[in-house]
C-alpha cells in the first residue's frame, strides 16, 4: 500500500507539501458537495426556554397559560414587580399586626402625602437609570430650585407663580447642562452630576444669603401645593372612574389593533380581568382617601407625572430609543438614535423633576431652608427607584418603579414610628437592607436570564 498523500509528490516532506499551492499543475482540487437538505443541528438544550407570548399561551390554554407563562417567567428570571410587591404586603402585614392602626385610612393618607416629594424625584432618577447612568445631583437641584422660588417671591416680590415657573425652568436647564457635559463633552455622568451636587449646593447656600429658611407665602401656590385637597367625594371616585376608563380603553384598542394586523392579542376576558383589579385598586383607593380630607393634590400630582412617564416610555418612539440606548450605546447609534439628544433629554426630565419635587417638599415642610435636598433625599430618591424594580444596568424599569419603591421606604419609615422605633439609625439600617435585598435580586435576575439565554 503506498504512503503517498493526496497532493503530496514521492519523497516531498509533509511541510513541503502544506506550502505547496492547491492550484499546482498536475494537482486535482476536490469539492466536498453541500448536503441535499437541512442541517440539523441538533435538539437544543433541555434547559433551554423558547420565548412564548404570553398571549398565544392564554389563546390555546385559557386561563391556564397564565400559569404556564408565570411558570416559564420565572424560570427565565422574569420577575418583575412580584419581589417588590409582595414585600410590600409583607411590611404593611407586619406593621398592621404590632400597631394595630397601620391600615387605618388617615395613616395611608399620610403616607400618600409624604411620598409626593421623594416620588417625583424618584422618577426622574427612573429616566438616567434606564440608561444605566445615575444622577447624583437631584437633591442639591431639589433645595436650589426651592430656594430659587422662595427668594423670587417672598425677597423680590416676584408672581408667585412665575417665581415657581422659573424655578422649574432653572432645574430643566441645570439637567440639559449636566446632559450636555455627559453626551457631548464625554465626562462620564457620576463626575457630572457630583460635581453638580457640590456646585448647586453652594449655590443654594448663595441664593439665600444669610436667610437660613424661608416661610412660604400663606395661601399662596408652594404652600396650595402640597395642602390643597379636594374634598367633594365626587372628585376622588371621579378620578378613579377615568383611570378605570382609560385603562380599558387603551387595552380594547390595542387589542384592536392586534387583532386588525393578525398579531397575538389578549382574550376579553384578560382586558376585562385587569380593568377589574385597576378598578379594585382605584376605588380602593378613593374610598381610603375620602374618609379624611378628601383627594390630595399633591398625590393627583405625582400619579399623573407617573402614567404620563409611563406613557411616554411604553407608548412612543422616544421612549423606545430610550431603552435602546440604556440596552447598548453603540447599537442604538447603529440604528440611527441620535443618542446625544436622548441623553441629555432624559437628564433635562431628571433636573426639571428632581426640582418639582424639591417645591412639594417645601410645601410640606412649610419653609425653603439651607437643608432641603441635604440628608438622606438624594439616596432615598435612588433607592425608592431600584426598590421599586428598576436595574441599575439600565435598559429595564418603570416609572411605576418608583411610586412602589418609595411607597415601601415610607410604609417602614411611617410603621417604624408608630411602634416606637423611628431612630434614623434604625431607619437607615432597614431602608439598607431592603435596598441590598432588591439589588441582589435584581442581579440574580439578570445572571438567570443570561442563563436561559433571555438577556
Known amino acids: 500500500m503506498s504512503d503517498t498523500q493526496p497532493g503530496k509528490q514521492p519523497g516531498q516532506s509533509p511541510a513541503a507539501a502544506d506550502q505547496a499551492p492547491a492550484e499546482a499543475e498536475g494537482t486535482t482540487k476536490t469539492t466536498v458537495p453541500a448536503p441535499a437538505g437541512p442541517v440539523d443541528a441538533g435538539a437544543p438544550a433541555a434547559d ?47 406593621f398592621e399586626t404590632t400597631t394595630g392602626r397601620f391600615l387605618d385610612p388617615s395613616n395611608l393618607t399620610n ?63 441645570i439637567g440639559a447642562l449636566h446632559g450636555f457635559f455627559f453626551a457631548r463633552i464625554g465626562v462620564p455622568a457620576f463626575v457630572v452630576t457630583l460635581a453638580g451636587f457640590l456646585g448647586w449646593s453652594g449655590l443654594q447656600l ?27 367625594i365626587a372628585a376622588a371616585y371621579g378620578l378613579a372612574l377615568v383611570a378605570v376608563a382609560a385603562h380599558l380603553g387603551s387595552q380594547l384598542l390595542d387589542r384592536k389593533r392586534r387583532r386588525a394586523v393578525d398579531l397575538p ?67 442604538a447609534r447603529r440604528a440611527g438614535i441620535n443618542v446625544v439628544w436622548v441623553r441629555i433629554s432624559v437628564f433635562t426630565i431628571s433636573g426639571f423633576l428632581g426640582g418639582l419635587g424639591g417645591l412639594f417638599i417645601a410645601s410640606q415642610a412649610g419653609v425653603a431652608d439651607s437643608n432641603l435636598g441635604g440628608g438622606d433625599t438624594l439616596m432615598l430618591a435612588i433607592a425608592a427607584a431600584v426598590i421599586g424594580g428598576t436595574s441599575l444596568f439600565g435598559g429595564r424599569g418603570t416609572p411605576w418603579s418608583a411610586l412602589i419603591g418609595i411607597l415601601v421606604i415610607q410604609s417602614i419609615m411611617t410603621g417604624l414610628y408608630m411602634s416606637g422605633s423611628s431612630s434614623d439609625a434604625v431607619q437607615s439600617m432597614i431602608t439598607g437592607v431592603v435596598l441590598l435585598a432588591a439589588v441582589v435580586i435584581d442581579s440574580v435576575s439578570r445572571r438567570t436570564q443570561k442563563t436561559a439565554g433571555r438577556a
Not at 416629594?117 to 444605566?132: R, S
Not at 445615575?134 to 431639589?142: E, K, N, Y
Not at 441664593?207 to 396650595?224: D, E, R, Y
Open 265 to 331: 392579542h389578549r382574550p376579553l376576558s384578560e382586558v376585562l380581568l385587569r380593568s377589574g383589579v385597576v378598578a379594585v385598586l382605584a376605588f380602593a383607593t378613593a374610598w381610603m382617601l375620602n374618609q379624611e380630607s378628601g383627594l390630595p393634590l399633591g398625590l393627583t400630582v405625582f400619579v399623573g407625572v407617573v402614567v404620563l412617564a409611563a406613557f411616554v416610555l411604553k407608548r412612543t418612539s422616544y421612549g423606545r430609543q430610550v431603552f435602546a440606548v440604556g440596552g447598548g450605546v453603540e447599537a
Open 48 to 94: 433551554a426556554l423558547t420565548p412564548v407570548d404570553p398571549r398565544l399561551l392564554v389563546r390555546e390554554q385559557g386561563f391556564a397559560g397564565y400559569l404556564t407563562d408565570f411558570k416559564r417567567r420565572i424560570k427565565g428570571g422574569e420577575l418583575g414587580s412580584i419581589p417588590v410587591l409582595v414585600g410590600l404586603v409583607v411590611i404593611w402585614a407586619i
Open 206 to 232: 448663595y441664593v439665600m444669603g444669610n436667610t437660613l429658611s424661608i416661610n412660604n407665602i400663606s395661601g399662596g401656590v408652594v404652600q396650595g401645593l402640597n395642602n390643597t385637597y379636594f374634598s367633594d
Open 111 to 173: 403616607i400618600a402625602q409624604y411620598i409626593v416629594g421623594p416620588g417625583l424625584i424618584a422618577t426622574g432618577i427612573v429616566f438616567v437609570l434606564l440608561l444605566g447612568e445615575i444622577d447624583l445631583s437631584v437633591g442639591s437641584v431639589a433645595g436650589l430650585t426651592a430656594a430659587l422660588t422662595s427668594v423670587l417671591a417672598v425677597k423680590q416680590d416676584l408672581n408667585e407663580g412665575l417665581a415657581v415657573l422659573l424655578g422649574l425652568l432653572a432645574a430643566g436647564a
